[in-house]
């Protein structure tokens, strides 16, 4: 009896062995493509950059699709790489990525260690609160509310720094910070108006939430290149074409449209150029 | 370095490393040593709920019951543990149920050393406690319980050591404390990243190595000879 369960016990553990060597690669089967792109996004950002399975989905996906569609490259070839925010620059200098589209903002601090295509899109640091909020119209209005934000993040931190009155609930995700909101403990959600209205797109939250739609910051949203590479002002070349031919409005209303989320007016469209070098 | 310190407050966040600390060590010793009665008890259903209790719990990760305090009791039944009218309602809410949770976690591991403290004692003594005609409480309380206290000092003092870094975990739900101040001052300070890090190794250790020295000699001063 013992030595069947023995048995039993090996034959699975090998059975999951070789399942699990199976599973693990599928890097070699690149074959006979020789030209590639690798393009840095986030995988884990609802309505920007959101890796399903094998699918890519988002705003910042499909603007890198058209992108790199104009720069010569179809869908299958291109290399989808997670791209974290605290290790953009590292990815970019260290060839891991030839091209970052990860609602990465334009910063003179950042402009210091790489280069950058576009903007593509200006974003602002905007609330979320509940679709029949009405006493939440600006950042004003938080005094005495709570507010919800990802900790040691800047729209933290701004929030903390200039409206000294709002009670700050932090966590790890904004995901977190959504439940909170739907459940009702929190009022408002801050981060750029791009984010929340991925996640107000998101199906399960549908009608749930609006954007206030007053950004307070300006974040210019622009691709992430190496030093030293030509391929930016082709980026900027490609992105004023899309603008141009109103492929742009169509990607923002595909993915963002569901949050009834136009980008800024009095800042957008953005005007690719000037970021280079 | 030191206007970095100073603007993200980073001495508060200690004292509130040194709050959870606290706190949560308090209570996970009166809720770890509840768990080790029920376990010693001659009551079946008593020892089947502590040993389940600490089964479940040492075996989940602290992240996930730091982030469970907060979205069951606060996101989803609405249990504030501080005034929501008070000024300081989040920050105290979220300092609360940060210390639940690491207590909590830290009762399971407070239990097996006690536990560990009472296989020390000879089974003559509990014998003989009983054939003095000792109930159960009597015995526990006036002849296990306090000989096994005195053998779980170092078991224990490993337990605090580990409870005091775990409270960083708490960063999870926001609570500020030393690990969200090492996040602020890394995000906006980057090129200051290896000192911002040494700082924090040095602060850590400059709390838990009193700690050891401090076990280590009360094990010595009150071990029960034999």
């Known amino acids: 009896m013992r030595k069947t369960t023995y048995r039993i016990a090996a034959a699975v553990a090998a059975a999951a062995l070789a399942l699990t060597a199976c599973g693990g690669d599928s890097g070699s089967s690149a074959g006979g493509d020789s030209k590639k792109i690798k393009i840095g996004t986030k995988f884990d950002q609802p309505g920007l950059g959101l890796k399903e399975g094998d699918n890519m989905t988002g705003f910042d996906v499909d603007v890198a699709k058209a992108v790199a569609k104009k720069l010569g490259y179809e869908e299958n070839q291109i290399e989808w790489v997670e791209s974290p925010s605290p290790q953009r620059e590292t990815m970019l200098d260290a060839g891991t990525v030839d091209l970052i589209f990860a609602t990465y903002s334009i910063t003179d601090k950042r402009k210091e260690k790489v280069q950058f295509g576009g903007p593509y899109l200006v974003a602002g640091q905007d609330l979320l609160v509940r679709a029949d909020d009405t006493e939440i119209t600006g950042p004003d209005a938080l005094t005495g509310k709570v507010l919800c934000s990802v900790s040691g993040s800047t729209p933290a931190e701004k929030i903390a720094k200039e409206y000294p009155g709002v009670q700050l609930q932090e966590y790890d995700t904004y995901s977190l910070c959504v439940e909170a909101l739907a459940a009702g403990q929190v009022q408002a959600l801050t981060t750029d108006d791009a984010i929340l209205a991925g996640y107000a797109a998101q199906e399960k939250w549908a009608g749930q939430f609006k954007l206030v739609g007053k950004p307070f910051s300006e974040e210019l949203y622009g691709v992430g290149v190496k030093k030293g590479s030509d391929l930016c002002e082709k980026v900027n070349t490609a992105l004023t074409e899309l603008f141009d031919d109103g492929s742009m409005d169509k990607i923002v209303a595909d993915n963002l449209g569901p949050a009834n989320y136009t980008p800024n007016p009095a800042t957008n469209p953005a005007k690719p150029g000037g970021h280079c070098g | ?226």
């Open chain 2, 1 to 226: 370095m030191l206007e970095t310190i100073q603007e993200y407050d980073y001495w508060a966040a200690v004292v509130n490393t040194l709050e959870l600390t606290l706190w949560g060590a308090l209570w996970a010793l009166v809720l770890g040593t509840v768990l080790a009665i029920m376990r010693l008890s001659p009551v079946r259903v008593l020892q089947w709920a502590g040993a389940a209790y600490v089964t479940i719990v040492r075996n989940t990760p602290l992240t996930m019951i730091v982030v469970a305090a907060n979205l069951i009791i606060w996101t989803q039944l609405k249990i504030n543990l501080a005034d929501p009218q008070s000024s300081t309602y989040i920050v105290d809410n979220g300092m609360r149920l940060g210390i639940l949770a690491v207590a909590v976690y830290h009762a399971a591991f407070v239990c097996e050393a006690l536990r560990a403290g009472v296989n020390t004692i000879p089974l003559g003594q509990a014998e003989a406690a009983r054939s003095l005609g000792m109930t159960f409480p009597q015995s526990l309380t006036q002849v296990i319980l306090p000989q096994a206290f005195r053998g779980a000092i170092t078991p224990l003092g490993n337990a605090l050591i580990a409870l005091t870094k775990n409270t960083t975990v708490v960063v999870a739900i926001g609570v500020a404390q030393v690990s969200h101040a090492m996040r602020r001052m890394i995000e906006f300070r980057p090129d200051l990243l290896f000192q911002i890090f040494g700082l924090v190794a040095l602060t850590f250790v400059a709390i838990t190595l009193p700690m050891g020295l401090v076990t280590g000699w009360a094990a010595k001063k009150w071990a029960v000879q034999r």
